[in-house]
């Protein structure tokens, strides 16, 4: 049996348009597999999101400096490693764009409508260690929107051998009883 642990964030709700920001978090992992999750709504234009990076932390300042998160620059020029989704029957908005990079070539730009994207990727962490989680951010627009970046934890239970990523309907079912 699995449970899914979620940690928000960063939660923006209806803001104001901003140039690229920086955000940093420190996250300490609780299971051996985690998401990290993107929800986006941006209705009047789009959110750009660039740079994403997960790396080990400990607070000795000896830190592994290898990203976690594959293609975490987007310079690939497509979703590669990524999953993409909307809890709804439409195709989802969000791809790599090069109309909007922080740094590099190209950039995440979604412009979803209700009820949003979700954008996310698995990836393998160590229990008890921390995690330096960052990236950049960009509104574009004005309300109607809203960005919700949360940290998904598989944790297994005693009772179990075999260790099962978290599959993508769990999470639709998540965020769409999260947003609606």
């Given at each position: 049996m699995?449970?899914?642990?979620?940690?928000l964030?960063?939660?923006?709700?209806?803001a104001?348009?901003f140039n690229?920001?920086?955000?940093r978090?420190i996250?300490?992992a609780?299971?051996?597999?985690?998401?990290l999750?993107?929800?986006?709504?941006q209705?009047?234009s789009?959110w750009c999101l660039?740079?994403?990076?997960v790396?080990?932390?400990n607070?000795?300042?000896?830190r592994?400096t290898?990203n976690?998160?594959?293609?975490?620059?987007f310079?690939?020029?497509?979703l590669?490693?990524?999953s993409?989704?909307?809890?709804?029957d439409r195709?989802?908005?969000?791809?790599?764009?090069?109309?909007?990079?922080?740094?590099?070539?190209?950039s995440?730009?979604d412009?979803?409508?209700?009820?949003g994207d979700?954008l996310?990727?698995t990836f393998?962490?160590?229990?008890?260690?921390?995690?330096?989680?960052s990236?950049?951010?960009?509104?574009?627009?004005s309300?109607?929107?809203?960005?919700?970046?949360?940290v998904i934890?598989?944790v297994m239970?005693?009772?179990?051998t075999?260790?099962?990523q978290p599959?993508i309907?769990s999470?639709?079912?998540?965020?769409?009883?999260?947003f609606?």
């Open positions: 699995n449970n899914n642990f979620t940690t964030l960063l939660s923006l709700v209806n104001s348009s690229y920001t920086y955000y978090y996250y300490r609780i299971s051996n597999i985690t998401t999750t993107f929800a986006f709504r209705d009047p789009f660039d740079d994403i990076s790396i080990q932390y607070t000795s300042n000896i592994n290898s976690l998160i594959g293609n975490g620059d310079e690939k020029g497509a590669v490693n990524y993409l989704c909307t809890p709804s195709n989802p908005t969000g791809s790599v764009y090069s109309g909007c990079a922080h740094a590099g070539n190209y995440y730009y412009g979803s409508y209700a009820p979700y996310s990727q393998a962490t160590i229990p008890q260690q921390q995690y330096q989680i990236f950049w951010l960009q509104n574009m627009g309300a109607p929107n809203f960005i919700n970046v949360t934890a598989n239970s005693s009772q179990s075999t260790t099962q599959r309907s999470e639709k079912t998540f965020w769409k009883a999260f609606n």
